[in-house]
């Protein structure tokens, strides 16, 4: 990455920015910055910028996640100062599959969210296709919705 002599680099994985804590998303980015010279920022970093951007507080979250990473998101979220209001999960254990959820699964996990209230909703991981769906969940649902490669 270095060689290219790009201006930043983008660490594009949700749940590896976030895996280990709060504070990991930092730590990720500063050795990638030690590593090239260049500095990085994170999704998770960049997930909690856009949720603060957007004054989003109480937070309705959808993933492609199994359980255990659901877990590990939620206390992420909740140790940098978001109250995660409802989490659905699609309990997708094969990442591979994260890019095959299609447009209504994305809707329907989204649907399910917002049946508890929050101040908006965060789309996970940066396989799902996200942005196809934020225009219309925010019309239709009447919240802001936040992507993970949108953020």
């Known amino acids: 990455m270095a060689s290219a002599r790009v201006d930043v680099i983008a660490y594009g994985c949700t749940s590896g920015s976030f895996f280990k804590g709060s504070g990991w998303d930092r730590q990720v980015s500063q050795i990638i910055t030690d590593s090239t010279g260049i500095p990085a920022v994170t999704t998770a970093t960049a997930m909690l910028e856009a949720l603060a951007a957007s004054r989003i507080k109480k937070v309705c979250v959808v993933t492609p996640y199994p359980d255990e990473i659901n877990a590990r998101l939620r206390s992420f979220l909740e140790n ?33 969210s917002v049946r508890t209230p929050g101040d908006g909703m ?5 396989q799902l296709r996200a942005l196809d769906v934020i225009n219309v969940l925010e019309r239709d649902l009447g919240v802001v919705v936040i992507g993970a490669g949108q953020a």
């Open 80 to 112: 940098n100062g978001c109250e995660v209001v409802k989490l659905v999960g699609m309990n997708i254990k094969d990442a591979r599959k994260h890019a095959e959820v299609t447009f209504n699964d994305i809707c329907r996990g989204a649907i399910e």
């Open 122 to 126: 965060f789309i996970a991981c940066t």
